[in-house]
């Protein structure tokens, strides 16, 4: 395999160099984090300056930060940049009460955008290919993220936004579309529909898929890849530390680079918060290092990974993670969403005759990912048919508005649920694959 970069000289740097420059970029971190409300109260109270930093090591004298400090602190606590340079605020979906804000100065869209010419170049993408984004626009950092990084990758860029595979397919087959980014989940319901209209996607130009922002297993990447006549590449990303880009897998698809010139990575042991060696599974905590508004510092991502050891034969020395292997807390994706129990229970104790105990399901059907949610009703209510229906479909219309998807909603008679003696069973995931 041929392999070419984007910044030769950032991708393969020797390891000692590397370090000396995180070492160099995260102490003009703490610098900027300085000015932020949260981190001055927090560093001054544990003494903590730039000058505290003498090796990389030292990053355990600072505490993590968890989403709940983003919460605390909405919408600009974490803000240690100065507003009037700020030009871009993204929020992430899957939260109660205030959304993760995340404000971006030019110099950090700029980085952002290289790093995903960066991962887009690495899987053989050039200035000439087609680049198809199937991604939502807006607050979700799939959708201007990947199109600002094709742009400076010089692709041309269609940016068709999330939905309409028909549309979907008539612009691959029109444009000659040559890479595509999607969901895992809307990659399988493309090829359906591909299906359905009698088109082989063979015949298409499309050889590229970048897939991420959902878990999925080898499995389904390797269904996408059968289906689609594509090599898929799994990119991992999220709000807090950009959007995606994070990590991405080159041409070996054996794991995901990191990119340590932009993040300093550390898997902890999620009970002790103590750090575990490389190759053993922990939850992986990130600092950003090129972030000059809104920097964050051991953040907490609660997704749980291990560092692949050893090196890789493409010749990059930015070490690589393992496939998300699950969360440590209660949140789910479906259909790139991120929903939170909480959500849900929170809509549901609004209603009069709703008992407390609930069951969310999430099912594969027909390559469609469904979403289920079964809620016990207090004695009474039971058989009054009319009310029921009218109950259902506004509990339906509260969940969409707070979690952003229409789930199916069914009211069963109080003592159908499964009980639980412990921790209450909130979700059951029986999609394709699931881990
Ligand atoms: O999902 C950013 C993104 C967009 C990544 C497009 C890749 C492609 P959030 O909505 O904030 O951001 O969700 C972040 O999604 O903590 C993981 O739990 C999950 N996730 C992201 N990428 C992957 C992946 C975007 N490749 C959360 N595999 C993260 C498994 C992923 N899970």
């Given at each position: 395999m041929n392999e070419e970069y984007w910044q030769p000289e950032i991708e393969t740097m020797p390891r000692k160099e590397l370090k000396e420059l995180q070492l160099y970029k995260l102490r003009q971190t703490i610098k900027t984090a300085m000015n932020s409300p949260m981190y001055k109260k927090r560093f001054k109270e544990l003494h903590?300056?730039?000058?505290?930093?003498?090796?990389?090591?030292?990053?355990?004298?600072i505490p993590f930060t968890t989403k709940q400090d983003l919460r605390d602190n909405y919408?600009?606590?974490?803000?240690?940049?100065?507003?009037?340079d700020a030009i871009r605020i993204h929020s992430s979906s899957g939260t109660t009460g205030h959304p993760t804000v995340v404000v971006y100065s030019k110099h950090d869209i700029d980085s952002w955008a290289n790093m995903i010419a960066r991962n887009m170049y690495m899987v053989g993408c050039r200035n000439t290919d087609i680049f198809q984004n199937s991604s939502g626009y807006?607050?979700?950092?799939?959708g201007l993220g990947f199109q600002y990084g094709a742009e400076k990758l010089g692709a041309t860029t269609i940016?068709?936004?999330?939905?309409?595979s028909k549309r979907q397919i008539m612009f691959i087959r029109d444009f000659g579309t040559t890479c595509l980014h999607a969901i895992p989940s809307y990659a399988i319901r493309l090829a359906e529909v591909f299906q359905e209209e009698g088109i082989?996607?063979?015949?298409?130009?499309?050889?590229t898929l970048f897939i991420g922002a959902e878990p999925h297993t080898n499995e389904q990447r390797l269904r996408i890849e059968r289906l689609l006549g594509v090599k898929a590449y799994n990119s991992y990303g999220m709000t807090e530390m950009n959007g995606p880009g994070v990590a991405f897998e080159c041409k070996r698809q054996n794991g995901m680079h990191l990119w340590e010139d932009n993040y300093i990575v550390e898997i902890v042991d999620p009970q002790t918060l103590e750090p575990v060696p490389d190759g053993e599974t922990g939850e992986m905590v990130l600092t950003t290092l090129d972030r000059t508004m809104m920097p964050i510092l051991r953040y907490r991502t609660r997704d749980l990974t291990r560092i692949i050891p050893g090196e890789c034969e493409c010749g990059r020395t930015h070490r690589r993670i393992d496939r998300i292997k699950g969360r440590t807390d209660d949140m789910f994706i479906i259909k790139g969403v991120n929903v939170f129990p909480m959500q849900v229970e929170k809509i549901l104790?609004?209603?009069?005759?709703?008992?407390s105990n609930y069951l969310i399901t999430l099912d594969t059907i027909d390559d469609n990912d469904i979403m289920t949610v079964e809620v016990e009703l207090d004695d009474m209510k039971s058989d009054v048919y009319p009310e029921l229906q009218k109950m259902t479909k506004a509990i339906q219309r509260s969940l969409k508005d707070e979690i952003l998807l229409t789930p199916k909603v069914k009211l069963v008679k109080k003592g159908s649920l499964p009980q639980s003696d412990g921790k209450a069973v909130r979700v059951k995931d029986l999609r394709e694959g699931r881990m």
């Open positions: 903590i300056t730039p000058d505290s930093i003498k090796t990389l090591d030292d990053i355990r004298k919408p600009f606590g974490l803000v240690g940049g100065d507003m009037k807006g607050m979700f950092t799939g940016p068709a936004a999330a939905g309409n082989d996607p063979r015949s298409t130009k499309l050889r104790i609004q209603y009069p005759g709703i008992g």
